[in-house]
């Protein structure tokens, strides 16, 4: 509504304007005619070598051409010597205008020059008044009025044309805005609808709204945000479900030694047994509790984290720290480090990394396997790769590892005490760091893990 009203308040000043633009017009035009009628008739009579009522008269009568409404010729006292509508013959014309064309001063010394104006009820009504000027002297004074009502009604038709264009215009704008508002609304109303249907769960709902403009855009802005929430749903649902039931097969074993220990009459040795599986159970629940949380933090963790290191120094370590549990698996690790490049990402973020993919090969490779860390660099990428001879990674399974709580052989999973986290936490701080992994295998060959970091080359301590 304010909008109407603005463009209303712009098209009625601009009425005006142009109004007052054509009535300007017309005076400048008549104020030019007028003052050389004057300037002619002056120069007339100011050849006259004396000013009565009989030279004037005369002289006048010759002017035919003039076609004023009314002509006063007066002396330097304002008399009148001449009057066309024969009232003031004799008589003082104490006229504005007659009274400043024979006023002298030091800045007009020979008189002045005048013209009035006035438009009213369709008629233009002007006034004009010049000195009479003989040897440099004011000796009188020409005086003209003409009632022109061709050229007022040609104002009086301008105004009214200019007046129902703006009229027009206005309706034009109220129609249009009653239009768009109609649709704007219609189209804000839908996406209120779709939002309150999002409200209720159902997040499969998508907005259509057509056309081309901002609220196409808020409506595809909608869609995508809608989008993500479907799948931040389906992820949460999907992670909830697995949680609950990873975290039920400990408990039910846990719950059933127990009632085992308390409803049987068990010699010592058997008891301990029992309690020791108990303890593997909590320890099991704990590692997997641990790795909940270390997902949870990477996922909460900003891009703007980080520093720069080499990686070497944290794959040295993590290898002094696993290479126990390499021997006792008979899982030779070697190291080929020598092609290092600085990267930018949080020490701790690569020491996990590193961690999981290094455990990952020496927990699912072959007595007498091999486990391969190496370091490259390509063009602008470092790459950290991990390639082990195990038992590999059956196709159907390769584009499911990353994903939570999935793992390929549950059941030497769970033996070896996986919890089905570690790629999912080493992927979300790989993509939080603008890295990139990549994986390939081969069934009874092994597994290669590539992990691509943009390369910061820069100056820094390699120990």
């Not at 949080?346 to 486990?371: A, H, M, R, T």
């Amino acid at each position: 509504m304010i909008y109407v009203v603005i463009t209303f308040a712009v098209l009625l000043f601009l009425n005006i304007y142009c109004s007052n633009i054509s009535q300007r017009l017309f005076y400048q035009s008549k104020e030019v005619s007028m003052v050389e009628k004057c300037l002619l008739a002056s120069d007339e009579i100011s050849a006259l070598e004396v000013l009565n009522p009989t030279t004037v008269s005369g002289i006048v009568g010759q002017m035919g051409s003039l076609k004023v409404t009314r002509l006063i010729v007066t002396d330097q006292r304002s008399r009148a010597l001449y009057d066309s509508s024969n009232q003031n013959l004799g008589d003082y014309v104490l006229l504005p205008e007659i009274l400043k064309a024979l006023e002298t001063d030091d800045a007009a010394p020979r008189g002045n020059d005048v013209f009035s104006w006035n438009y009213h009820d369709g008629i233009m009504d002007s006034r004009a008044a010049t000195p009479i000027v003989s040897y440099g002297t004011v000796v009188g004074c020409v005086y003209m009025t003409e009632y022109d009502t061709a050229q007022g009604a040609l104002i009086a038709s301008l105004q009214s044309t200019l007046l129902r264009i703006t009229v027009l215009l206005e309706l034009i704008v109220i129609a249009f805005s009653i239009a768009f508002s109609a649709t704007f609304s219609r189209r804000l109303n839908r996406i209120m609808s779709s939002m309150r249907i999002i409200q209720e769960g159902d997040y499969t709902h998508k907005v259509n709204m057509g056309g081309n403009d901002e609220l196409t855009v808020l409506g595809n802005e909608f869609n995508d945000l809608t989008e993500r929430l479907r799948t931040s749903e389906q992820k949460r649902s999907r992670f909830v479900s697995d949680a609950s039931h990873e975290l039920k097969t400990p408990l039910a074993s846990i719950k059933l030694l127990t009632d085992s220990i308390l409803q049987n009459d068990m010699d010592i040795g058997t008891i301990r047994e029992f309690v020791g599986d108990i303890g593997n159970e909590a320890d099991r629940l704990n590692r997997m509790t641990a790795k909940l949380l270390s997902l949870t933090r990477a996922e909460g963790m900003t891009e703007g984290e980080s520093e720069i290191i080499y990686m070497g120094p944290t794959v040295r370590r993590v290898a002094r720290m696993l290479r126990e549990n390499a021997k006792k698996a008979q899982v030779s690790l070697h190291l080929e480090l020598e092609n290092d490049t600085p990267v930018l990402i949080l020490e701790d973020d690569l020491y996990q990394v590193v961690f999981n993919l290094i455990e990952n090969g020496i927990k699912y490779n072959l007595p007498g396997g091999s486990l391969t860390v190496t370091l490259r660099r390509e063009e602008d990428n470092a790459i950290l790769e991990f390639r082990d001879t195990g038992m590999g990674i059956p196709e159907e399974a390769v584009s499911h590892i990353f994903e939570r709580f999935y793992r390929v052989d549950k059941a030497r999973s769970r033996q070896s005490g996986g919890s089905g986290l570690g790629l999912a936490i080493v992927r979300t701080i790989v993509r939080r760091n603008k890295g990139e992994i990549a994986v390939s295998s081969q069934l009874g060959q092994g597994t290669t893990f590539t992990v691509t970091f943009p390369a910061f080359d820069a100056e820094v301590d390699k120990n």
